[in-house]
């Protein structure tokens, strides 16, 4: 089956340092990858779209500037929190298109997610 | 804007017991509607999904069945096992979305010998 995975899985930085998370999908190659936070007892929220080879789409309330995501190859994304502060300490999820036309084509795959805490 | 509710766990149940998770959503037209999976240590799996009213989503006993009229879709499963214990998501995509989910909050199943 189709796998996706992210890298670290956990992650504990200073205030003010950034902090990059890879996103992988193993065996296909994603045209499309997005990335989600998820706060405590709360739903995972939709941060981002990310195209290979363009800019990500961020939805509404998401800054631009302080969430970096990069999707430079149809197998890798990565998110780079800047100038991480302990408000952005969050579990970070990200998930792949499979391609359409195959079996499964338009399904997501998840990572198993990163857990990023700033002292 | 589009939401989905999910009953909040944790739900402990004995193995062999019956399962329902309830998740009711608001979104405008129609929706699919889906159900996630996350074990231990793992990424969300996609459980079942249905896309449109009266379908009926199952797999691994699992089963949902999307009720427009009261904009529903519970998750049941007759009996319950051990290797159940995960946390369910439910979630709604719109159609021309591009794939774009809404997740309800995950509610944590534990079930015990």
């Known amino acids: 089956g189709a796998v996706v995975s992210q890298h670290p899985s956990r992650v504990i930085c200073k205030s003010g340092t950034s902090v990059k998370i890879e996103c992988r999908s193993l065996?296909?190659?994603?045209?499309?990858m997005f990335w989600y936070r998820q706060f405590p007892k709360k739903s995972l929220m939709l941060m981002a779209t990310?195209?290979?080879?363009?800019?990500?789409?961020?939805e509404q309330g998401v800054e631009k500037d302080k969430f970096l995501i990069n999707h430079a190859s149809l197998t890798l994304s990565t998110l780079t929190v800047t100038s991480a502060h302990p408000e952005d300490s969050s579990f970070y999820i990200c998930?792949?298109?499979?391609?359409?036309?195959?079996?499964?084509?338009?399904?997501?795959?998840f990572g198993e997610g990163s857990r990023l805490t700033v002292l | 804007g589009d939401s989905v509710t999910q009953m909040e766990g944790p739900v402990t149940l004995s193995e062999e017991a019956f399962l329902t998770i309830n998740c009711t959503y608001t979104a405008t037209g129609y929706p699919s509607l889906f159900w996630y999976v996350q074990y231990p240590g793992e990424g969300l799996q996609l459980l079942l999904k249905a896309t449109k009213a009266d379908d009926k989503g199952s797999n691994k006993g699992f089963e949902a069945t999307y009720r427009k009229e009261t904009t529903s879709f519970h998750l049941e499963k007759g009996s319950v096992q051990v290797s159940d214990s995960a946390v369910y998501f439910c979630a709604l995509s719109r159609p021309g979305g591009g794939n774009k989910l809404t997740f309800g909050t995950g509610t944590q199943l534990k079930v015990e010998l």
């Open positions: 998930s792949a298109s499979f391609p359409l036309g195959r079996d499964r084509g338009g399904e997501l795959f």
């Open positions: 065996d296909f190659q994603a045209t499309t």
């Open positions: 990310s195209n290979e080879g363009s800019k990500a789409t961020y």
